[in-house]
Structures are given as C-alpha cells and as structure tokens.
C-alpha cells in the first residue's frame, strides 16, 4: 500500500518536475512547480515528518509560488511562447553535467543499507521540531531572522521608485523643459 | 542549558551589529539626509563589535571557560574566529569609511542604452541607512560563517552572507550593470548554494545523522554515539561514497563562494558591475569568511580523507592561480584586472587549506592564512578605494586603464597608495604583501607540496607585470586628461588605515604573526551540550 | 515498506531534473524555479535521512532550508523585475553586457 502511494506521487513529483524545466509557458511552469511541491508534502508526511508537510504547503506552495505567479503575470510574460533555451554547446554540456550529477548522486547510494524505519516516532511533531528549533539550534533559528531582515530591506531598497516629491531632482520631463 | 549569558558574550559582536544595523534605519528616518551621522554611528558600532569579539576571548580565557561549548556547538569561540571576527569587523569598517556620499550626488554616468535612458526617470532615492545597514547585516552573516562548527550554522551563516551581497551587487537598481551583476550573482550563487546543500544532506546521511563538525570527527572514526549505522562499515580512512559525494557537493559550493577556477566564471561581471565600494566588499569579506570555515573544515575535520581531496584541491589550486593570473594580464580594465587578481589570490589561499590537511603543519598554514587575509583585504580594499575615487572624478562607467595615465603627476598621494597597494598585491619585499606569501608558502612547503609552490611563485613573477605595468603609466605617462579627484575625509582615514598597514606589518610582521599564531593553535571543535 | 534507497533515488532524480533546468534554459525566472526544485530535492533527501537513522536534525535543517528560499525568492524576485525594466526581458543572454 504504501509502495503503491510512494510509486504514484514519486512518479507524479518526477513529472511535474520534467514539466517545470520543458514547457514554453512561465505561468505552466510555476503550476507544475506547485505541484511538485505538494507532491513532496505528500511524501513528507509518508516519512513521518506532518509539520514539515505542513510548512511545505504554506511557505512553498503558499508563499513561494504565490510571489512567482504574481511576478510572472506583473511581467506580462505569459504571452511569450518562445522556448528560450541555451545555445547547442551549451546545452548539450549542461545535460552532460545534469547527467553526471544524477550518476555521481546514485553512485554514492551504492553500499547503502536501509534499515527498518520506527514506526511510533513522534519525530515529526512540531512539537519535537519546535524543541530542537529553540534549543540545539537557537543561534541559526536567530540568524534565520537576520537573513530575514536583509531581504526585506533589500527587496524595499531595490524596488523603491522615485517619490513625487524627488520630481525635481529625477527626470524634469514633466513640462518643465 | 540550552542557553546562558556566557553564550552572549561569543555572539556579542553579531548583536551589537545586528542592533546597529535597526539604530541606523531609525536614525535615518528621524534625521534624514546626515550620512556623516550615520557613518559615525557605523563606525563607532563597528569597532565597539570589534572590541567585544577580542574582549569575549579575553574573558574566556581568563573566567576559564576554555574548551566549555557555546550555543550547543554552532559556533566556535576560539582565536581563530576571534582574530577572523576582528578581520570582517575592519573590513566592514574600511567599507564604511570609502562609502561616503556614494549615493547622494552620483556622477551622472553617460547612458549606454535605451533601457538606461528609460531608467534614469528612476532614480533612486535610496537611503543611505539602507545601505550602510546591508553592509552590517551581511557581515554578520559572514561572521557566523566564518564561526560556524555546524554544518546548519554554516549554510545558514552562508545563506546570510550571500542574500546580503545580492542585494548589495544590485542596489544600484537605476544602472543596467548593477542590476546584470546582481542578477549573475544571484542565479550563479543560489545554484552553488543548492550543490552546498545537497552535499550537506549527504554528510548528514553518511555520518549518522551528525552536523556538528566534532560529531562528523568522531563518525569518521566510527564511533557512533547512538543509533544505527546507515552504512556498510567502510575500509577506514578511504570514507564510503555517500560521504566523498558529499564533501564534493559541499566542496563545490565552497569553492564557487571564494571564486576558484572551475566556479569563478561569475566573479570578473559581478566585481565589474557592482558598485565599487560593495565590489571591494565582496572581494574581502566572502573570502575571508569561506576560507575560515574551508580551513576548519577540510584541516580539522577531514584531514584523514586528504588522500582523497588533496589531489582535487591542489589541481584546482593550480589552475586557480595560473588562469586568474594570465587573464589579468591581458585586461584593460583595471576593476576587470584587480577581479582577477583576486581570483590569483584565491588560488595562493588555496595553498593554506592544502597545508592544513598535514596535521603536523595545519596550524601554522591556519596562521599563514590569518596574516594573509588580513594583509589581503588591506591592499584590495585600498586598490579598490582609488579605483572608486578615479571612476567618480572621471565619470565614466568603465575603468580604463587610460583613466590612470599621469595619474602620479595630479594626485601623487592617491596615487601613491594606489602604488603601494599594487606592488603589495605582487608581493615584492618591503610591502607586508610579502610576508603574508611567505608564510603561506612555507607552510605548503613544510607539507610537502614543493611542486605546487613552485608553481605559485612562478605566478607571483607573472602576475608582477601587470601590477606594476599599472604602477609604471600611473608616474611615467602623461595626463592624458584633466582630472579633479576630490577625497573625501572619511576616505582619506581608510586609504591611511591601509597604507600604514601595509607599510607597518611589512616591516615589522611579527607582532601580527604572533597573533595568527595563537589563534589558530587555539582552533577547536566544541560539542553541543543538548540534543 | 519503501526503503531509504527509493527516497534518494527520487531526491538524485530531482536535483538533476532541476541542474539540467539551470543549464538549458535562458529564461531567467524559469532558471530560478529550477533552482527551487534542486533545495527541494535536498530537502528530501535530509527528510528522508532524518526517518530512517532516526534524528530531528534534518527536519531543523529543511525548516532553515524554506526561511532561506523564501528570502532568495523575494530578493532574487526584485532583482529581476529590476533587470525587466532595464530590458523589457528576462531572457539571461540579454543580460550579457559584461564579457571578458
């Protein structure tokens, strides 16, 4: 049953993940990354890991998706049908290197033995998340919040226009000249 | 105890720049317009964090916590990270310092194109506190980083550091190059990050479940605390493939953040197009902090697998050193030029880390290191500074060497330091760019790679052709144009700090040795105290 | 009972999908997106890690993982839109001013 349930998600995140990189459309590709996304909170719950599922749903498939769509309609790049791929060199090498990483990735896999997970672990609770977030790991949990911060100033310093009241010193296109 | 007051003293200076960073931003905006202000502040702020990384080793050692863990083992509290605490706070400072008015009556740059026309209805009206609390900010990212005895606190610290430069590389957001640097940084570095982190998963794997840097020493050597071991038992000393996976993912993402050869393809644009005072920034601050945790990590933690990175290591070294070198011969721009010659300069770092993997030699090659960067982000930070202070009087967008013709004749004092920093950055003799070579040299050498120093000083011939083909049109050229450099107090205070730093630990290098020295004999791998 | 393998299987299978993203496409949001699919896979791959030896740690680490995504996007968001008013694109090979 579970086999069943790991085959039919595994198969649909691999999926998704191929639409991502192959359709011509921005808006199709961020949807099937939306449904990556939910299909790996799927499988973090078969793992035992439900608040990570959780966070998975809100902060990718919420969050993160949200900010690309909107990005990707305030563009207006949804008329493009174009591929827009890399030149012929550049692209066969990028599969060479795509393609070395995947047989490096599996190569380390050899010699794995995979031991019977337990089954009555509350690892994934959030509560026993919460713990460790506030205890082992104060200092990164703090500096999560720092990283934050940077985005926030940066984002606002990056996207700030020019005010009506800076007229003057900007353009002086408005009919004065 | 998952945390106690002892614990705040060993972050001190990231709350003391964190909190600065907040004060700067409400400064602002109750006294708008009064950068001096505001760079007073940071100024102030930056060499109380710097006071209070040396004061906390102080009380350490002194109260006899020694070898006590802090923050349940994210980070180290030892020399090593105190001394490289104090380097990112100077850097940070210098930074501050050569800033001045950056933003507040740029020069009107000639537009190269229909977008830039376009754009110049945009201009910024940045805040200078957005700024200067980025630069804080990031470098308490680099500090963690270059703290970090976790695999979590290092990509996080990591994460910090870089998100803090993209926005930096950009913040120029009404110039097309800006923009195109931030962009280049971002894709490039985030694809790093990604390698980095997948790396992590796989050393998370293979060692059991351990991040913490002691905790992977000690599933190196079998010793599991608890648990059941994922993998086979391995020959010892040749590590499983998970685990020489994941040190290659890892190391991927490492090198790709110090610009060595393979991955520098980003750093030449990035330094180009970043504005000059965050391009002197990033040739410092990143590399000093990846080299502290590269050191830690691959000297302390990994040395027994040496046999197996030390032949990667020493071909990247290689051609790390000769390509950024022979590229910067054939520039014209000289922030082209001092971007890859700090590419050069990674690959002579790279030397250090190879020591390291010696247990015998890892800590003078950590200590060669500590000298090194100090020395190194003196002269870059100073090159840097004149390259900025010759763009803005000539108002051009690009860096042309021509720009520096008779340069000596109008501005012997600009010029002057310019010189120094050069001839430094070739490493000739009076200069402390000198010493911090050699001492990286001889440690390579104690190690065993005669070859490989051979190599890098060969280079070092190379690369003082196109130093001093600088140097020579600066004095021996005309004036080709009128230039009106104007020197800003707050600059003129850091091409000092620079210049007498050059200067003075280039006579007298051993105080600053000694220094080096016991920090890195007091590197350490603390454990954490709650699971 | 699905074994660690096939977790990691799915996880190497996804950081390569998202790589060759990176490597053949020019569109600049579509390159961020694939980037989002490799820290993803990671995220399996230390989940999954996490389950079966068994430690939290990796569960910590994924959580780290999002806060730093969630920054990247926004920051990494801006930029583009920057270089969109620039260019009118976001194709990367326009964005190609700077040579050696």
């Not at chain 1, 998704?16 to 808006?27: E, F, Q, R, S, Y």
């Not at chain 2, 002579?348 to 390291?356: K, P």
């Amino acid at each position: 049953m579970e086999l069943i349930l790991f085959l039919i998600i595994g198969l649909t995140v691999i999926g998704a993940g191929m639409m991502v990189i192959l359709t011509k459309n921005p808006v199709t590709s961020a949807l099937y990354l939306t449904l990556a996304f939910f299909g790996l909170a799927a499988l973090y719950v078969l793992l035992g890991a439900p608040f990570i599922a959780a966070l998975q749903v809100m902060v990718y498939a919420g969050a993160i998706m949200v900010l690309f769509l909107f990005i990707v309609m305030l563009l207006n790049l949804r008329d493009k049908q174009t591929w827009e791929l890399t030149t012929g060199m550049r692209r066969a090498l990028g599969l060479v290197v795509a393609a070395g990483i995947l047989l490096v990735a599996l190569a380390a896999m050899k010699g794995l033995v995979s031991p019977p997970a337990p089954l009555d672990t509350d690892m994934g609770s959030p509560a026993a998340v919460g713990l460790a977030l506030y205890r082992r790991f104060l200092l990164p949990f703090e500096v999560a919040s720092v990283l934050l911060l940077i985005a926030i100033i940066g984002v606002v310093a990056m996207l700030k226009q020019k005010s009506p009241e800076q007229a003057p010193e900007g353009g002086g296109t408005d009919g004065r000249t | 105890m998952a945390f106690s007051y002892s614990d705040l003293f060993v972050i001190a200076p990231e709350i003391i720049l964190t909190a600065l960073a907040l004060v700067v931003i409400f400064v602002e905006l109750a006294w708008p317009r009064c950068e001096a202000a505001l760079q007073a502040i940071c100024a102030v702020g930056i060499l109380l964090a710097g006071a209070a990384a040396a004061i906390s080793l102080g009380v350490q050692t002194t109260a006899g916590f020694g070898s006590a863990s802090f923050l349940n083992g994210m980070v180290a509290a030892d020399g090593f990270s105190v001394f490289l605490k104090v380097i990112l706070a100077t850097i940070a400072l210098l930074i501050v310092l050569i800033s001045r008015s950056y933003f507040s009556n740029a020069p009107n740059q000639p537009t190269e194109n229909i977008g830039e026309q376009k754009s110049a209805s945009l201009v910024s009206r940045l805040r200078h506190s957005d700024y200067y609390s980025l630069i804080l900010l990031t470098t308490v990212g680099m500090m963690v980083l270059a703290s970090a005895t976790d695999l979590v606190a290092l990509f996080i610290g990591l994460e910090t550091m870089s998100v803090g430069l993209y926005c930096l590389a950009g913040i120029r957001f009404e110039r097309v190059r800006s923009s195109e640097s931030a962009l280049k940084y971002l894709l490039l570095g985030a694809f790093a990050s990604a390698f980095l982190l997948f790396g992590i998963a796989l050393i998370y794997g293979a060692t059991n479940g351990a991040t913490n840097f002691k905790a992977i020493v000690d599933a190196l050597q079998g010793s599991f605390s608890s648990g059941i071991s994922l993998l086979e038992p391995a020959p010892a000393m040749k590590g499983t493939p998970l685990l020489l996976a994941g040190i290659g993912f890892l190391l991927i993402g490492l090198l790709f953040k110090i610009a060595a050869v393979p991955f520098h393809f980003w750093s030449p644009d990035v330094y180009q197009g970043a504005p000059t005072p965050v391009t002197a920034f990033m040739s410092a601050g990143p590399k000093a902090a990846a080299l502290a945790v590269f050191i830690r990590l691959f000297g302390w933690v990994l040395p027994g697998l040496s046999t197996v990175w030390a032949p990667m290591l020493w071909l990247i070294a290689a051609l790390t050193m000769t390509v950024g070198n022979i590229i910067a011969l054939a520039q014209t721009d000289v922030k082209r030029m001092l971007a890859y010659s700090s590419i050069a300069h990674a690959g002579y770092l790279l030397l250090a880390i190879l020591a390291a993997g010696n247990p015998q030699v890892r800590e003078a090659a950590a200590a060669g290191m500590l000298f090194y960067l100090t020395i190194y982000y003196l002269m870059n930070i100073g090159a840097f500074a004149v390259v900025y202070i010759i763009n803005r009087a000539r108002e051009n967008s690009d860096y042309q060497i021509g720009d520096y013709y008779g340069l000596a004749a109008k501005q012997p004092w600009v010029a002057g330091v310019l010189a120094l920093c050069l001839i430094s950055l070739a490493g000739i003799p009076p200069t402390a760019g000198f010493f911090s070579k050699l001492y990286v040299f001889s440690a390579a050498v104690k190690a065993g790679y005669i070859g490989l120093v051979v190599i890098a000083v060969l280079n070092s011939v190379v690369s003082v052709y196109y130093y001093l083909r600088l140097v020579v049109y600066m004095y021996m050229r005309p004036l080709e144009k009128p230039l009106a450099a104007r020197l800003t107090p707050t600059t003129a205070v850091a091409l000092m700090i620079c210049t007498i730093g050059i200067l003075g630990l280039g006579l007298l290098p051993g105080g600053l040795m000694k220094q080096a020295q016991t920090g890195a004999a007091q590197i350490e791998l603390p454990v954490p105290t709650v699971e | 009972m699905v074994g660690l393998n096939w977790y990691l299987v799915l996880s190497a299978l996804l950081f390569c999908i998202g790589a060759a993203g990176v490597l053949t496409r020019r569109n600049a949001i579509i390159i961020f997106m694939s980037i989002e699919l490799m820290l993803n896979a990671a995220n399996l791959a230390l989940v999954a890690f996490g389950r079966f030896i068994p430690n939290v740690t990796g569960q910590a680490l994924v959580f780290f993982v999002m806060a730093v995504a969630a920054a990247e996007v926004a920051v990494g968001l801006a930029i583009i839109v920057t270089i969109f008013k620039h260019k009118e694109s976001v194709d990367i090979d326009k964005v190609n001013l700077m040579k050696w």
